[in-house]
């Protein structure tokens, strides 16, 4: 038998671990568990004994037969085991392997010995079918990870729990380990002064964030290709932001990502910033659309579209329409753009704004919108967005996805002039 505190190298086994010793360090919890997973419950007058990978009811000190370890559930919780009407709730977990039939028959074998009333629970990562669970209770590790944020405010084990399943994915995806489907879900940006902005976390926030984006159908009425998953991989530990893309290509088309206009998704330390990218190597018809504007009419719809982020984001402070030109040279076709030049600069400097102190000053957003429209040569991109700030409190919970479409949708005046068509 392995102690609760052992230490264990497998992906499952870590997990397994985790939760129970979530479970056993709040015994409230642990008793809203055992209700919300099979819809038993229990009270302060039950006792709760909350075990890992042996047979609830044996002898822990006995030696165990082949048979036994084979049905040995990852985790079982053992409610008033010394009284007249035990029960015991068996939990098994699965994220990359298959969960059978078998398995949880061989479970209910085991304890079966020692309990007569007894409850299984299979926690996998991805949906399973009903001949698969038998009469077993199921949640997914999605649904587990959103449960116990319900008491994340008022249990420290809770967010002790959550923060290691982000760890736990994280470390999953970056060793190329085999997850069938995210464990965790996105449920708002909490980078903080307590809770700081940090590469590998933003990157599996990134993850789920444009996963929960493709789902909505209104940026596929815009152009957004759902289907396509954005980078194959984005790679390092270390960075000072990260940045993944929903492309505006049209399904028939093909060629890379940077052949199209596309939205950028990014964090850095500050902000998470949703971005029309512009790239370099954009079809010269679509370049051609706009470079057909007059610098009015380009402002113009730089001013709906500031118009419309204000309908979504308010009038506080916390966030700014930014439009930004950017030169960059490539040593290599794999190496990192080295910037050679950039400006960025308010959309509200052509017109100006009191209420947040900016003067007007249309030459920025002229100059910039000139620079690219004139350019034949260098390698040049533009983008037209917002950046929000990390702090602002629209970012906090699950609604962040809704708001940050929403931005993206308040770009279809530039979009439509664009006129990408969509075959």
């Known amino acids: 038998m392995r102690n609760i505190f052992d230490q264990y ?48 009811g044996s002898d822990p000190l006995s030696d165990q ?39 949880l028959k061989r479970h209910y074998k085991t304890t079966a010995r020692y309990f007569e009333d007894i409850e299984i629970l299979a926690i996998t990562a991805t949906a399973q079918a009903s001949k698969t669970l038998g009469t077993a209770h199921h949640k997914t590790w ?18 002790q729990l959550r923060e290691f399943m982000h760890i736990l994915e994280s470390q999953m995806l970056e060793d190329n380990k085999h997850l069938p489907e995210f464990l965790t879900m996105f449920d708002g940006i909490h980078f903080s002064k307590q809770q700081p902005y940090a590469y590998r976390s933003a990157k599996l926030l990134l993850r789920n964030l444009t996963s929960e984006l493709r789902k909505i159908k209104k940026l596929k009425e ?24 929903l492309t505006l290509r049209p399904k028939k088309e093909s060629g890379s990502f940077t052949d199209w206009p596309h939205f950028t998704v ?22 051609n659309n706009l470079r057909s504007l007059e610098q009015d009419e380009f402002c113009n719809l730089l001013r709906q579209t500031t118009k419309n982020f204000k309908k979504c984001l308010g009038k506080s402070n916390d966030w700014i329409p930014i439009i930004q030109l950017i030169q960059r040279h490539f040593k290599s ?42 350019n034949r040569g260098p390698n040049i991109q533009m983008q037209v967005g917002v950046s929000i700030s990390n702090e602002s409190n629209t970012l906090g919970d699950k609604s962040a996805v809704q708001l940050l479409a929403n931005c993206m949708l308040a770009l279809k005046p530039v979009i439509d002039e664009l006129a990408i068509k969509q075959k």
Request: overall charge positive; charged content about 25%; some cysteine.
């Open 65 to 103: 037969s082949q048979a036994d370890k084979k049905g040995l559930p990852d985790a079982s919780i053992i409610v008033n085991e010394f009284s007249d009407k035990p029960w015991v709730l068996l939990i098994e977990n699965k994220i990359g392997s298959t969960l059978t039939r078998d398995q």
């Open 266 to 287: 990014s964090f850095n330390a500050q902000s998470t910033n949703v971005r029309l990218t512009l790239p370099n190597g954009m079809k010269t018809h679509l370049k």
């Open 222 to 245: 815009i152009g957004v290709d759902i289907d396509d998953t954005g980078r194959h991989a984005i790679t390092g530990n270390t960075g000072t932001h990260v940045w993944d893309y």
């Open 333 to 374: 076709q794999r190496s990192k753009g080295i910037a050679d030049g950039e400006v960025n600069a308010d959309l509200r400097t052509m017109d100006g704004d009191t209420t947040h102190g900016i003067k007007a000053n249309p030459y920025w957003v002229n100059g910039i919108f000139e620079s690219w429209k004139n």
């Open 9 to 56: 190298h497998q992906s499952e086994n870590r997990l397994t671990h985790a939760l129970v010793s979530t479970l056993i360090s709040d015994k409230n919890l642990a008793r809203s568990f055992c209700t919300w997973c099979c819809g038993r419950k229990t009270t302060k007058k039950d006792t709760l004994k909350i075990e890992q990978q042996t047979v609830p």
């Open 142 to 159: 999605k649904e587990v990870f959103a449960w116990f944020g319900q008491y994340k405010q008022q249990s420290f084990w809770t967010q």
